[in-house]
């Protein structure tokens, strides 16, 4: 799948999936079952944009970077543990959540540390220049792992083979639901399930809430504004490492540039999902996730990014408010 | 008891405005002089704000018709304007309650972005302009002039060159119905003006209101809780409860309407009094 | 506490040891997360997968420098009582700041262009200079030209740089295909890039703030990619080469009969093209300052600027908004297509690898850190952005870090930018510079 190399097209080209000859419903089911894949890893990373974005009400242009930083992190404890497909599945399983663990945390820190040294000392100045301090991480971080790791394609071996055989067509093409794409979807809907709750039912969610309605309010009674927004970058970049493994062992190659045309598109699933709503970026993410698959699967693969940013395009001019956000009223 | 408009400058009919579920404004129709200074009161969120937005097309209505009439009977059908469209050309101008001014730029400047439209034309839309013809040199100069004349009635003139933001409450407000006097209006409407003035700076607003309604050919419409304006200055009395119509009358019907009275103020009494006492007053000064 | 509340600062040192040895560990504990995991381990590849690099060294002396940089900072910059901040400036010292900053500015823009103009014939100019100048230059008025959309109509754009491409494309594509000359494509460059801007500007006139900016980065990428693979016409990732050099009203720069040197009788040189590159740009971006300039003192540009103040009061007054963002973003788009059609010709080659999201991110940088809608701020920061990325010319690998660290050090810095004040575009009596803290930020705030 690897054709050309020029600079991030590289990467982009691996988003599509696996494409394989084969038409009508059998191929559309297959299609099916990646975009969801694909969309499951977009609506991961889609929920930091939406967190960070409901609260402060800025585009955290770093969050796809935090994204690549820690599918890197994910990369380097694997290969300290020397993870490999011989490794049984129960043990393979197991190192896996330690994988998962401590890139989250550290990916935490990356984020924590962004909004500390970067946003924070602008918070309540000119609108625009958090955004230049973001685009300025984003060129950071991208750098940094360029220097620090290589700018060359890092390739995994696969370390969770076989699958499911679902349909079987007189021709021979077969739909096949992967081990590996079973476990990205577990993976995501236990993790949406552990972080709607702890959005809705614990004091750090109320407090969230509260900011997102009115920061000078919440701090007023009492929460600690800062640091409710520092644990929301927090969740945020665990959210991202948890796509940022998922990423690594789907498609097996990364490289420093893979956060930039990820976190555009997450972005725009948080947009389509409605901003600020975690259901909706998770939504956003499968519907982006699925336009991608099935426009490279049925059209042309070269221009899926261009489907996917007019969409954002489309999505913004027709249905600012997204799909499950609040339509907002012109205040004269 | 109604206050006989002759001349309306503006028919409102059968205004209806729903957001979602909530009915803001429930068919409400109206009309008012050209001549006169007409208020539009009624308690916090009776739908006043929500009038001014569908008049001067930030909202579109529901339901219902508005026209603007000009002294050559020329007529239009505001609600189915684009809102930029409405002081441009149905010469319906307004001011916001949250005092809306280009903060970072002059006075002059203010009152300067209040004749694009003319200055556009003169410019040849930027194609005369840009090369300085003479055309345009004249028009610019006139644009000066009348901005003058608007800082002069309004006490604004030594601060000419200073930031819009920089001007203390009052003027701002001031600027802002001189900024909407500059693209020469048949209709003024003014949300709130004299809310966070004190008794001087109201007064002087009373004053520039006559005076814009004397000299000016101009029609205000107003929405007011003021009453030291509204029973001052207005020659007619529209007032709203829950988006309804409750009454229309001159200030002396008004005054004198117990229902207005009663369901304006709500239901205390002594509050009732108390009221009544400030209307007395207002109508004295 | 009470002391700073009275109003008073004491000038003195108070360093709460215990809070700053907890600083120190949590900053150790951070600095190890961050570079024990990046830098100390590196995967490379090997026969049979991958493997382990370990440089525990680096990372050691890497986060060694940051904890003892905090120490540092501790020390010295934070030891001021508790309360006030530690750039705290008196307001007297800012408001005088002001004044020599405005005298400066008054003088600076003269004397900047009298420089520019005896700029290639001083003696220690060389080609290296020169060709760096001529970068600048491009620089500055992309920075100008954007401007007109970020500064004056406070439209927030991330993809600027299409426009650039386009007017790149068109001349190259022009010359290619139908055999213009560069003065004939120059103005069409720019009224390609101008239509583009208006087709693009469209769909987004409803958008605001941050919406805007990234659809108007979607817009930037869907033009690069299309450059990318469409690959009968734009020549795809190969770019398009030979594209003609422009010639002195007719005169090409070339050693044979007929050419420049030729006609003048001089020696023929290489450099005299150069210099009549660096000519063609300093006289195109001043042409984009001056109708700038010229179009703030006209009714559109103070429409821009009213826009960026507030939106629905423009509507208010009878602004047609959309036709008010839509002359921005071609305007705008313009100078970005003459620009491109002049790097076209300055380059030769083209590809679409010129025409990433960092140039944008560049192009806005420079207008941001120069101060929103300063001319002479553009200046002063694409001479130090695009100067600083030369110094660091050595540091090759470092560059990009380095930039990025600067761009948000310089934020943080000046977060208004270096001129932050306001020109008027008409007065009365006196022309007062408007303060940062009057003018707004555009849309969506």
Redesign the interface.
Known sequence: MIT?D??Y?RTVLYFGGFVSGGSLMEYFLQQLINGITLGSIYGLIAIGYTMV?GII???NFAHGDIFM?SS??A??VI??LGL?VSTGLGLTILALILVLVTSM??AS??G??TER??YR??RG?????????A??????L????Q????A?V????PLIENGYTLMTRADGFTVQLSNMQILIITVTIILMTIFSLIIAKTSLGRAQRACEQDRKMASLLGINVDRTISMTFVMGAALAAVAGLMFLLYYGVIDFFIG?VAG?KA??AA?LGGIGSLPGAMLGGLVIGLIETFWSAYFSI??K??AA??M??IV??FL?QGLLGKPE??K? | MTHTVNDPVLTVEHLNMRFGGLLAVDDLSFDVDRRDITALIGPNGAGKTTVFNCITGFYKPTEGRITARHEDVASFLLERMDDFKIPKIAKVARTFQNIRLFGGMTVLENLMVGQHNPLMIASNYTFGGIFGLSGYKRAEKEAVELAKYWMEQTGLTARADDAAGDLPYGDQRKLEIARAMCTKPKLLCLDEPAAGLNPRESEELNKLLLFIRKERDTGVLLIEHDMNVVMGISDHIIVLDYGKKIADGTPEEIRNDPSVIAAYLGVADEEVEEVEHEIEEGASS | MTDTANGAPRPGRHLDFGKVAKDLVVTALIATAIFGSTIAFRTVSAAGGLRLEVRYDIAFYVIAAVIVGRLLLWLFFWSKPAGTSAVEVPAGIKSGMAKVSAKVGKGFGPTMLIFALVFPFLPFTDRYLLDLSILILTYVMLGWGLNIVVGLAGLLDLGYVAFYAIGAYSYALLAQYFGFSFWMCLPLAGILAAFWGIILGFPVLRLRGDYLAIVTLAFGEIIRIVLLNWYQFTGGPDGLSGIPRPSFFGLPFTRREGGFSDFFGLDYSSFHRIVFMYFLILALALLTNFVTNRLRRLPIGRAWEALREDEIACRSLGLNTASVKLTAFAIGGMFAGFAGSFFATRQGFISPESFTFIESALILAIVVLGGMGSQVGVVIASIAMIGGFEIFREAEQFRMLIFGLAMVVIMIWRPRGLISTRIPSIFLREKKAVSADMVAQGEGH
């Open positions: 050309v020029l600079g097209e974005y009400g800025m585009i930083v890197f992190i990369l380097i290969t300290a490999t945390v550290i820190v990356f924590w540390t040294l970067a000392p602008l100045s000119f609108r625009l220049a958090p955004l230049i301090t685009i300025g991480i984003s060129i950071v991208q750098n940094y792992i220097i620090t790791q290589g060359r890092k390739p995994l071996q930039f555009v972005f725009t947009v070269e221009y990014d261009v940013f007019s954002l395009a913004l001019i600012p009223v012109e004269v």
